[in-house]
């Protein structure tokens, strides 16, 4: 019985999941919806992100308190996750949501180079040829879709400020409640973002809201960021890291096919492209399960060598 229910509140987790990983690819297309540029969609962004959290935390009656270097450490961490939204979203205006999609998918090439970095370790062959399938996808993308250098490049610089994000963020969520770390990390990029609005002297007409803008903005700042990023943490108490990263893998797939059903021919790109992005999720979606494989070949020689 008890056997029963376990299985069943795992596939309810499972669904749960893959539901705020829909959530999360259809930022893509909101993005490409709003016709506002990029910094004053983001800073809109992080300002619905900031209530919606807080209304949560609320309710939920999660204590705000934090201490003074983590406090400090969660603002320059959200240096990179402003740097990381304004990234992908220009990337977005620059090219398509395909391509933006795509490109961020390197994120787990990103996170392979620099992990190694930060915890001083090795980088590993698996990681090295996982890197090269996703490079040599990247390449195609560069060689078949020219007409999108820019946005290209702003796609995979989105990633690698996605990869340091994580890394960085892993440290906090071991030492703090994850929603608290959420909501002072999104108030610090609105911070961020209204400095760099203030200095460039981007609070101006361009942040008038039109119905159809401030309809989008709302699904985009509730649905996609709060109530995916509370999914997200919610199903990691009962399913297991592995479950929760081959999942996620899929939010390009989801976006890409959304981008093509909702925009038609303007996300419709050439033959190079799809063989890249092939590459590349492949790559991806390989990684977590020869990883996993890694671990249990090497935890069989452990045990071999502790019977012997």
Excluded at 164 to 192: D, M, P, R
Excluded at 259 to 265: E, K, L, N, R, T
Excluded at 268 to 281: E, R, V
Aim: positive net charge; proline residues 1%; glycine residues 8%.
């Amino acid at each position: 019985m008890l056997q029963v229910s376990a299985k069943t509140a795992s596939f309810k987790n499972l669904i749960i999941l893959n539901l705020a990983v829909v959530l999360m690819s259809f930022t893509g297309i909101l993005g490409a919806l709003i016709s506002m540029s990029s910094t004053h969609l983001v800073w809109y962004r992080l300002v619905i992100g900031v209530i919606t959290l807080y209304g949560y935390l609320k309710l939920t009656r999660t204590r705000l308190r934090i201490g003074r270097p983590a406090l400090l450490h969660l603002f320059f961490t959200g240096a990179i996750l402003a740097a990381f939204w304004l990234s992908f979203f220009a990337s977005i205006k620059a090219a398509t949501v395909s391509i933006t999609l795509v490109c961020f998918s390197a994120l787990t090439l990103f996170t392979a180079l620099l992990e190694p970095l930060f915890k001083r370790r090795r980088i590993s062959s698996l990681e090295v040829g996982i890197g090269l399938l996703i490079m040599a996808g990247i390449y195609l993308i560069f060689k078949f879709e020219n007409r999108y250098v820019w946005g290209t490049m702003l796609g995979l610089l989105s990633a690698f400020c996605g990869a340091l994000f994580n890394i960085v963020n892993g440290k906090l969520v071991n030492k703090n409640e994850a929603t608290v770390i959420c909501f002072y990390e999104i108030l610090s990029a609105w911070l961020w973002v209204s400095v760099y609005l203030l200095v460039t002297g981007g609070f101006n007409a361009g942040l008038a809201l039109s119905f159809s803008d401030l309809f989008y903005l709302f699904i985009l700042g509730t649905l996609c960021t709060g109530v995916a990023y509370v999914a997200n943490i919610w199903v990691m108490k009962e399913l297991s890291a592995f479950q929760v990263a081959l999942v996620t893998n899929l939010e390009p797939i989801y976006g890409v096919l959304m981008a093509v059903f909702i925009f038609g021919s303007k996300e419709q790109m050439s033959g190079g492209f799809y063989a890249g992005a092939l590459i590349m999720l492949g790559a991806v979606f390989l990684y977590p399960v020869l990883k996993k494989q890694l671990k249990r070949r090497e935890k069989l020689k452990g045990s071999l060598v502790t019977v012997k």
